[in-house]
């Protein structure tokens, strides 16, 4: 028989709030971008004998401590390790093309910039959300930006990417209606976060992009497929 459990020593877990305080480890502090050409490898279901290499725009250092690879990827900035889809692609490591050298880690090198650059950077928290950094895009990233069924998408190079103080981290769009002043440059008031305005918006490597803008048919089809679902 059970012994009863007096009132006092009976707990309530409120799992919400440790889901936030789980995702809040997972939060990014500080960004550094991707200079040297190094990739993110992932293999698909469909061709599980090919390595795919993509390359990474940048690493981020969350609030765990953990060092992350991140790549403009569907809908948003992804780290690399979360890519684990049987259809898109499954994260297999990191790649260095020069040297054809495979690892699993953060280079040191990013690790020390990071984790120094957090250090510096140590901004008091507040209740309001903060622009924490912004950072060029230097791969020719575009989005595919759709708003309402009746309107048509479009294609749009993103200039940068800006990260908040809450860990998300938002495309920057140019807005051709409030340009003043060329070539774009960060900062620039033409310049906008791409949710802030589109409902979706999903990210494509230059190669795509220029596919898409010269319709081709292949391209297009894939592309109505992705934008059906």
């Known amino acids: 028989m059970g012994i009863p459990l007096s009132p006092r020593s009976a707990q309530v877990i409120d799992l919400e709030t440790m889901r936030q305080r789980q995702l809040a480890k997972r939060r990014l ?74 690892f699993h880690s953060p280079p040191e090198h990013k690790v020390f910039e990071l984790e120094h650059a957090a250090a510096y950077f140590d901004y008091e928290e507040t209740g309001e959300t903060t622009l924490i950094q912004q950072l060029p895009d230097n791969q020719g990233t575009h989005a595919l930006c759709m708003d309402d069924d009746d309107n048509p998408w479009q294609l749009k190079q993103v200039f940068g990417w800006r990260l908040y103080s809450n860990g998300e981290v938002e495309a920057l769009l140019v807005d051709e209606n409030r340009v003043t002043a060329t070539p774009v440059l960060m900062g620039d008031d033409c310049l906008y976060p791409g949710h802030s305005r589109h409902r979706v918006v999903y990210f494509f490597q230059r190669v795509i992009a220029n596919r898409i803008k010269e319709e081709d048919p292949a391209t297009l089809e894939a592309l109505a497929l992705m934008v059906a679902k």
């Open 29 to 102: 502090l500080r960004l550094c971008p991707e200079l040297d050409g190094l990739e993110m490898l992932y293999r698909l279901a469909s061709d599980p004998d090919t390595l795919y290499g993509m390359p990474l725009l940048a690493w981020g250092l969350r609030e765990d401590g953990e060092i992350v690879g991140l790549v403009p990827w569907m809908e948003a900035l992804t780290p690399c390790h979360a890519l684990d889809d049987p259809e898109h692609g499954h994260f297999v490591g990191y790649r260095d093309p020069e040297t054809e050298e495979i």
